[in-house]
């Protein structure tokens, strides 16, 4: 009772505190509530706004090829600066820069063991086995050369190539945006896995010559490094440094021979997708009430596309003839060299996956070769839809370009690239493989070095 009845002054100043208190801490909260809201909402709308400028698709060829150009750098091919920009005028080449300098001395390596190559094939052992790695580090020397050649001239092709897409029908869905830089990343991947694992398969093949006859037992490290660079070490006394280089060297020229397929996929399916796109967009108005404006605009970008699929393949026409005609060499040799007994199981899977791999990438690189050229026909096709009352001497020459017009990229003016090239490579293989047959004496791979 005490305790309830109390000083009236102190109970009614303790209340009133209390209800201060009170107060207070409602207050607190209503304020803090929305400011956390606050604070969330704006991180909620940052967070969207970097992954939609990271992850957001503008549909060019710079933003397709990126990262084939990215991965190519890492192995001292195309120093050109800027290539992780989406855009083409950022790209820049310069003699002074550390990519430069890196493929520069690359190519001064792959030179140098070309060299000792020569020397060995002209000197020592002339047989089917060395003139294979002869022309093996031969072409890849040339095939470098060739990319700093287009490094040169890359720029300015990106950005002619950037105009051309500005004036084609927009991309209006974000999957067409991000069809094609999915497209070529699939392709980098799938290859550059498929090789990883052919050199992966071909350093455990080796194995079994470091463990049955190692040039150095005790010491399987340098004696695998020797075997990996042997032809060189004849001149040359071995070291561990020497040996880590040639290493080195061997893993950047086994890249550079599986890049140069996959960079004229690459050009080649981006060329394709361009003329489809004019194409698609052509097929949607067809049959709808057109001008001669707009086929006129339609024949504009089509010519643009075409002095485009020239000037891209005045640039890498080198690249494009290495690409082939080494593909072809060495499906000839693999396929001579299939009647040979294997010294190990080792041998045999790396031998046939190597075998299907080339095959395979041959096969799919000259059907996406083909495309452009299906690509820029398929126009024919589609003026069939016209219907006869908005036909007009436009369409009509338009027509005519088309089918008079052979586009395609070439091999140094050699041949063309057209879906009967598949034909024509495969009965050139036959050819040579019968040729090839008739002076094909070794019937078992050697188990073991002789000295």
């Known amino acids: 009772m005490a305790r309830t009845t109390g000083d009236p002054a102190k109970r009614h100043r303790?209340?009133?505190?209390?209800?201060?208190?009170?107060?207070?801490?409602?207050?607190?909260?209503?304020?803090?509530?929305?400011?956390?809201?606050f604070q969330l909402s704006q991180i909620r709308a940052w967070l969207l706004r970097i992954r939609k400028e990271d992850?957001?698709?503008?549909?060019?060829?710079?933003?397709?090829?990126?990262?084939?150009?990215?991965?190519?750098?890492?192995?001292?091919?195309?120093?050109?600066?800027?290539?992780?920009?989406?855009?083409?005028?950022?790209?820049?080449?310069?003699?002074?820069g550390i990519r430069t300098y890196y493929a520069l001395v690359t190519i001064l390596c792959f030179g140098v063991t070309s060299g000792y190559l020569v020397a060995y094939v002209t000197n020592v052992s002339f047989n089917f086995d060395s003139v294979e790695t002869l022309i093996f580090y031969l072409s890849i020397f040339l095939i470098s050369l060739s990319f700093l050649q287009l490094a040169r001239k890359w720029p300015a092709l990106a950005q002619e190539w950037?105009?051309?897409e500005a004036k084609l029908p927009p991309l209006k869905s974000p999957k067409e945006r991000r069809s094609l830089a999915q497209h070529i990343k699939i392709i980098t991947i799938v290859a550059t896995t498929c090789s990883l694992v052919e050199h992966i398969m071909s350093m455990l093949s080796?194995?079994?010559?470091?463990?049955?006859?190692?040039?150095?037992?005790?010491?399987?490290?340098?004696?695998?490094?020797?075997?990996n660079y042997s032809t060189v070490f004849y001149f040359v006394d071995y070291t561990h440094f020497l040996g880590l280089l040639g290493k080195v060297v061997n893993v950047l020229s086994t890249f550079a021979w599986n890049f140069n397929d996959i960079f004229v996929m690459a050009v080649s399916v981006a060329l394709a997708a361009r003329f489809r796109q004019l194409n698609d967009y052509m097929m949607r108005e067809a049959r709808l009430p057109t001008s001669v404006d707009f086929w006129m605009q339609c024949r504009v970008n089509f010519r643009n596309l075409c002095k485009l699929c020239e000037e891209v393949d005045d640039a890498i026409s080198t690249i494009t003839l290495l690409c082939f005609s080494n593909?072809?060499?060495?499906?000839?040799?693999?396929?001579?060299?299939?009647?040979?007994?294997?010294?190990?199981?080792?041998?045999?899977?790396?031998?046939?996956f190597?075998?299907?791999?080339?095959?395979?990438?041959?096969?799919?690189?000259?059907?996406?070769?083909?495309?452009?050229?299906?690509?820029?026909?398929?126009?024919?096709?589609?003026?069939?839809?016209?219907?006869?009352?908005?036909?007009?001497?436009?369409?009509k020459r338009f027509s005519e370009e088309v089918q008079?017009?052979?586009?395609?990229?070439?091999?140094?003016?050699?041949?063309?690239?057209?879906?009967?090239?598949?034909?024509?490579?495969?009965?050139?293989?036959?050819?040579?493989?019968?040729?090839?047959?008739?002076?094909?004496?070794?019937?078992?791979?050697?188990?073991?070095f002789e000295s």
């Open 14 to 37: 303790c209340i009133a505190r209390i209800k201060f208190w009170r107060r207070s801490r409602v207050g607190s909260e209503v304020v803090s509530k929305p400011s956390r809201r």
């Open 55 to 96: 992850y957001k698709y503008i549909g060019s060829f710079q933003e397709a090829i990126k990262p084939v150009l990215i991965i190519a750098q890492i192995f001292a091919l195309m120093p050109v600066r800027g290539v992780s920009s989406k855009f083409a005028e950022d790209l820049t080449f310069t003699w002074f």
């Open 162 to 164: 950037q105009l051309v």
């Open 206 to 227: 080796m194995g079994y010559y470091v463990n049955s006859c190692p040039r150095w037992p005790g010491h399987p490290i340098d004696s695998f490094l020797y075997l």
């Open 327 to 352: 593909n072809l060499y060495f499906i000839c040799g693999k396929i001579l060299k299939s009647m040979q007994a294997k010294p190990s199981i080792l041998h045999t899977l790396y031998f046939w």
């Open 354 to 395: 190597s075998l299907s791999y080339l095959l395979g990438r041959t096969l799919i690189l000259s059907l996406y070769s083909s495309s452009i050229n299906d690509e820029s026909k398929r126009p024919l096709v589609i003026f069939r839809l016209v219907p006869r009352e908005f036909w007009c001497d436009e369409l």
């Open 404 to 448: 008079m017009d052979n586009v395609a990229l070439t091999g140094m003016k050699f041949f063309r690239l057209t879906r009967g090239v598949v034909i024509s490579v495969a009965g050139t293989i036959v050819t040579y493989e019968l040729i090839l047959l008739q002076f094909n004496g070794e019937e078992k791979v050697a188990g073991c």
